[in-house]
């Protein structure tokens, strides 16, 4: 999920140090877009492997003073051929404060970049308890398994063969191994691109095409290698770049290595002044440490919660905004509704341009729920869609959602793109207006815990054009609608609409005018995350919706998309809710429990609900459902109060104080 991206020179192919710092520049500066939390390069020449690494964002690094002793030894080392590998990190497994937690990772005589997640780490290192661990990063285990590989006479290719065989999920290496010359790259999904000169003397890759090409595109092009020369590295395969004999050799995981091995170098590792510029925030007592004290205070007495009127038809309650009963109990939702036929795949092949899916290309997004992940499987094993996944990670996608693509995209062998907004500044604007909120708390501002992730439909449009697919087709489920959320503002979205996330113009009027109202009355709204909020609502409301909805088409049934998840792709599930839904959303808990203990409901009273309409479920078996996963989730609660760096007791027991509904 981060970018990694690099240049291999055989010997004798020179180049300046500004032509490398050129060419290093923009890859840092283009690469920051998959993480910016931390930075790293690692330049290889006979004589060593020198690596610098820090937590701060590319495009800082780029401009240490230490760069310049680096790209001097590149550019003075040149006689015998080099290598530069280099990082642009969005932290998953190790905390950034700790070095050796930040890529390049060193283990030993290998120095490795690593783009994607390991989801079976921990079972691999208590499978093999012989196997040293020094770090919490999840790269490490590959490259004890690498090393160990290397120990018992293997080639360098066979090793990483080995070790990619090992690890799940969506994984991407680029490692050097001090005592050859070279650079081995691997992939098991296919998030890897690589350009080499017609001569076959230089070569640059990147995670993305894209990236490459804006490189590439720009003057002086290290004057030999072009765009056009640009070729993808497919799932499941590897290149080995020399710097000393023939520069690409390219190899399969499930095929042996018979090729000789690469020349051996006698190089040490060293360190060029890598260390933690950026101290951690400092956060109030962990809310993790205080469970207890948190789940007697988010406790919820659902005795009079049971005593509301309910529809006679659903469940939606007499607190749901809007809603009104006739003389048989039905409520105006369930009036409104038609059931509708889904026309069926040949249906969506045919929208997206085509009787059959074989080589059409797509935009999948996919935030790591159960939704995103169960029509990737669709797209490809029922529809023969051609997708690249794509994910927009804004800090409250949990590290649960984070393993859950990359099973999905390395099972599926899936390019996955990951746009990383600034994450610590998001959950700054996340904090600034939960703190906002709790000063005057209303239902209807509630969204904006959320603003920060809408900017995910602006990327999605810019991701097509730039990979030049056909369409983005998403996964979004009918069934899940929440239009309360702007029922609380005062709207009501008691309209059929073609799209999931759509307003009529009236109404989009409507809410800006209630924000603007809100934010006058609430004067601590008037802070850093406005442009921010302000640009969420342009993606959300006012970008032109041009993209299909593969569950218009094709029906879901909550069995088969668990059945399918959990026993086909290893699934993982949350700890603290039995639920499947929402558990990759780290602000699901929050504003799930102020709607419980505010209107007496949550999101999964309409999901519930929305079944019963569909003859999906009855309703004894939905109003049993609702009261246990309407269960405040205390762990998640604690998870999402300490990335936000707010105090949760202090925070839920102003939820508590708020006058009910009901």
């Known amino acids: 999920m981060c970018g990694i991206f690099g240049l291999v020179a055989r010997r004798g192919a020179s180049l300046s140090q500004k032509e490398l710092r050129h060419v290093f520049d923009a890859l840092f500066v283009l690469s920051e877009s998959r993480g910016k939390e931390a930075a790293g390069l690692a330049v290889a020449t006979d004589s060593a492997v020198r690596v610098l690494k820090r937590n701060i964002r590319g495009k800082a690094f780029r401009r240490l003073p230490e760069l310049d002793a680096m790209f001097e030894q590149a550019e003075v080392g040149s006689c015998g051929g080099y290598a530069l590998i280099g990082h642009t990190r969005m932290v998953t ?39 040293r661990r020094d770090h919490e990063v999840d790269t490490e285990v590959f490259l004890a398994l690498v090393e160990r590989g290397l120990g018992v006479g293997q080639s360098f290719v066979g090793a990483v063969q080995g070790g990619m065989r090992r690890v799940i999920g969506a994984n991407t290496f680029a490692v050097i191994d001090a005592k050859r010359d070279g650079v081995l790259l691997a992939t098991t999904n296919g998030s890897l691109y690589l350009a080499t000169d017609d001569g076959a003397d230089l070569a640059v890759f990147a995670s993305e095409r894209f990236i490459l090409e804006r490189v590439l595109d720009r003057k002086p092009l290290l004057g030999r290698i072009h765009s056009k020369t640009i070729t993808h590295v497919s799932p499941g395969a590897g290149v080995l770049l020399s710097t000393s004999d023939a520069l690409v050799r390219g190899f399969r ?27 951690p925030p400092r956060l109030p007592i962990p809310n993790v440490s205080r469970l207890g004290e948190l789940s007697h205070g988010a406790r919820v007495d659902f005795t009079p919660i049971r005593g509301l009127r309910r529809c006679t038809a659903c469940l939606l309650p007499e607190t749901f905004p809007f809603i009104r009963f006739d003389e048989h109990g039905v409520c105006t939702v369930c009036r409104r509704h038609r059931s509708s036929v889904k026309p069926g795949k040949e249906a969506l092949l045919h929208a997206l341009g085509g009787d059959s899916g074989v080589g059409q290309s797509c935009l999948a997004p996919i935030s790591g729920g159960r939704d995103s992940c169960y029509g990737l499987h669709l797209m490809v094993n029922e529809l023969g869609l051609k997708p690249v996944a794509y994910t927009y990670d804004w800090g409250m996608v949990t590290d649960l959602a984070r393993r859950n693509i990359s099973r999905m995209c390395g099972a599926l062998g899936i390019e996955h793109v990951l746009v990383s907004a600034d994450i610590a500044r998001k959950r700054a604007f996340v904090r600034k207006n939960v703190a906002a909120w709790l000063k005057r708390p209303h239902l209807g501002t509630v969204p904006l815990f959320m603003a920060g992730d809408k900017q995910f439909f602006y990327y999605a449009e810019k991701l097509r054009r730039q990979m030049r697919l056909n369409t983005i087709l998403f996964s979004m489920n009918p069934l899940e609608r929440t239009d309360f959320k702007v029922g609380f503002c005062g709207i009501d979205e008691g309209y059929e609409k073609y799209r999931h996330y759509d307003l009529t113009w009236l109404n989009k009027l409507r809410i800006a005018a209630f924000y603007g109202r809100e934010y006058l009355l609430n004067p601590s709204y008037l802070n850093a995350s406005m442009i921010d909020t302000l640009s969420a609502y342009g993606s959300y409301y006012l970008l032109p919706k041009r993209y299909e909805q593969i569950f218009d088409y094709i029906p879901w049934y909550e069995r088969e998309v668990e059945r399918t998840l959990i026993d086909g792709y290893d699934w993982e599930l949350a700890t603290d809710t039995k639920s499947t839904w929402r558990i990759g959303d780290g602000t699901a808990a929050f504003y799930n429990y102020i709607y419980l203990r505010v209107a007496g409901f949550t999101e999964n009273d309409t999901f519930r609900s929305n079944q019963i309409r569909d003859g999906l479920i009855d309703r004894a078996t939905a109003l049993a459902r609702i009261e246990e996963e309407n269960q405040p989730r205390v762990a998640s609660l604690g998870w999402y109060f300490d990335t936000i760096g707010l105090n949760a007791v202090q925070a839920i027991q102003r939820v508590n104080a708020m006058p009910r509904l009901y």
């Open 93 to 131: 497994n190790g905390d950034a404060q700790d070095v050796g937690n930040n890529q390049p990772v060193i283990r030993d005589g290998l120095v490795c970049i690593h783009n994607g997640i390991i989801t079976n780490d921990v079972s691999i290192w208590r499978a093999e308890p012989d196997l």
């Open 253 to 279: 995981f499930d095929q042996s290595d018979r090729a000789r091995d690469l020349p051996v170098a006698s190089r040490r590792v060293s360190d060029a002044g890598s260390r933690s510029d950026v101290p």
